[in-house]
């Protein structure tokens, strides 16, 4: 979807998730329609082995899904996979479909991203944020690197760090395809990602793209908005209610490739057995409110593909005025390093 950023200096959070094209259409842009999303800047910026991919669904239809998944915690082949779901649908209004997603439930990688810069920059540059981090990321999952250790410097485990390299590689080259291709010039994506590792979730994340857990009766955002509406909250301007009903909610303050150097947010959780992550684009929040959100995933919680069909087929009844795409993932008790042989074994027996 288009957008266009403002950004700020660093805070402190994460981000996961994508699939796109990988070259630029020669050529002119056509100009995205005006409810595009915009990037307005405020300060200075500081300075493999395939897996499941998503589908996206035709515009006519209800939406394709695609779900299962592995994810590791002994050995990436010995522990039990993560449920996963993923889909992405234009929406009802735009053409063109910019986000970009990926999940891989056995290497425990999850990305999401939400492209801008008008016609097809944005599903480009969305694309090489997907693919540059999945090729780095899934990897050195597989690799059985012990990642789940904490760096005493940072505080951060191994994957975290391992991930805000990746994270950091995809900018350079959104940007450097940017400057190279002038049917590119100012291309850029949302992010978030999370890395699923021994009993930590990782999780890394720039622009308006988010990340929620539910865990048992509890919905929870993990992720906080890099957008100029967030920044009016923060600063008392607008309400959370008055916030709903902002024309501004297109405009966000960090972007992946917008700058040489953009910093994203990093932060990690333990994970418990049957929690529930949701990644997603703003075009799922800015049609659906968190409550029916949870409650849609709370009713479908053995069947996270038809939990992702209802929620985008909801923000399509709502409305549907941006590319809609969501990941869940769920823990499974098998997949966590403290489950005991009994677990694990019907883990597998049940999978």
Known sequence: MGRSPTHDAPRGEESFFAVGLLGCIAGEIAAEDTAAKSWVATTAPPPAARSPRCRRSPRTRRPATLHGGAAPNMTPTERASLDTACLSHPGMVRQHNEDALFVDGKAGLALLADGMGGYSAGEVASGIAVNVIRS???????????????????????????????????????FEAAQARPECAGMGTTLVAAVFCGSRISIGHIGDSRCYRLRGERFEQLTRDHSLLQEQIDSGVLTPEQARYSLNKNLVTRALGIEAIMPADFVEYRLEAEDIYLLNSDGLTDMVDPATIQAIIASKRADLAEAAADLIELANQNGGRDNISVVLVRVPPGFLPTAGWVQHWLARKNG
Do not use: F, P, W, Y
Not at 141 to 147: P, V
Not at 156 to 167: G, M, S
């Open 136 to 174: 780095g990321m899934v990897r050195a999952l597989q690799s059985g690197r012990e990642l789940s250790k904490v760096d005493v410097t940072t505080g951060l485990t191994h994957a975290a760090l391992l991930l805000q390299q990746q994270i950091a590689a995809a900018n350079k080259a959104i």
